[in-house]
């Protein structure tokens, strides 16, 4: 199977791409490192210096989970590589047509547009959400909406044939992760990733052998999709809020039962 990477400049995409290239090589690894543009209103510095503060859990658990996987994984694998600023690229188009490959394997990138649509592989383009879909969708992270919306019984991975939306494909397979309740937020945040990881390359091997799970999203649930401009200081609050009793709602009989009315996709 001839396999080329779409993915994010970063530690856990990186990770992804090693971990994939020890069991089904990779042809080919395009990486989109996109330019920040801040636009920081006294609104937004005001809830900046909040967060610092009040609030570092949250981003303290990022970038332990980005330095976790850059010990792990500091370089890519071998193989042909090419970084853009932009996914939708026509660097990234012709890069990815002159490998003629059989899957497109996409994470942590902007919205793949109509033209990288285009290009049709043998066996399709897919694409890991680390949320539970269609239940959670969209941004900036799925695993912080359950804590903070104290949906904790949805924290799970997706993998799926991409589309033109927002996390809406139809679903190949979805899994919950597996906590104890004992972990902090950045071991959580691991754990998903560590989920997501594993489930995305059990589903390419599935795929490797020729079978394929086509389930449309609105056979399912019809779901929620959440905004990164949505994640504000609110939500943050709520987050770490929520977080404290995590471990109660893990180990509840209410947390089993919620799962059981989760419509799952097995792989």
């Not at 967060?51 to 010990?71: A, H």
């Not at 994984?73 to 047509?97: C, G, Q, R, W």
């Not at 239940?135 to 044939?161: D, E, R, S």
């Not at 494909?169 to 691991?190: D, M, P, R």
Request: hydrophobic letters at 35%.
């Amino acid at each position: 199977m001839n396999i080329v990477l779409w993915i994010g400049d970063a530690p856990n995409q990186k990770a992804l791409a090693n971990k994939l290239h020890s069991i089904l090589p990779i042809a080919g690894i395009v990486t989109e490192t996109r330019k920040q543009k801040p636009r920081l209103s006294f609104s937004k510095i005001t809830e900046k210096i909040i967060e610092k503060i009040f609030l570092n859990k949250i981003s303290r658990s990022w970038f332990g989970l980005m330095n976790y996987y850059e010990k792990k994984y500091p370089d890519y694998p071998d193989t042909k590589f090419l970084n853009v600023e932009n996914i939708n690229s026509d660097l990234a188009y012709d890069f990815t047509d002159q490998l003629k490959p059989d899957l497109v394997v996409v994470s942590g990138t902007s919205l793949i547009r109509k033209k990288l649509l285009s290009l049709k592989p043998s066996i399709g383009i897919i694409n890991l959400h680390t949320g539970l879909s269609p239940y959670i969708k969209g941004g900036p992270n799925c695993t912080n909406w359950c804590i903070a919306t104290k949906q904790f019984h949805l924290i799970g991975n997706t993998v799926m044939w991409i589309d033109a939306g927002i996390d809406t494909g139809n679903i190949i397979a979805t899994e919950f992760t597996s906590f104890t309740g004992s972990e902090s937020l950045a071991e959580v945040h691991i754990k998903v990733m560590e989920h997501a990881h594993d489930l995305y390359i059990r589903s390419m091997q599935k795929l490797n052998s020729g079978m394929k799970t086509n389930v449309p999203q609105n056979n399912i649930d019809k779901g929620i999709t959440y905004y990164t401009r949505q994640w504000r200081l609110k939500q943050k609050i709520g987050l770490v809020r929520n977080f404290k009793s995590f471990k109660k709602e893990i180990n509840s009989s209410a947390y089993r039962e919620r799962q059981q009315t989760i419509k799952l996709v097995s792989i």
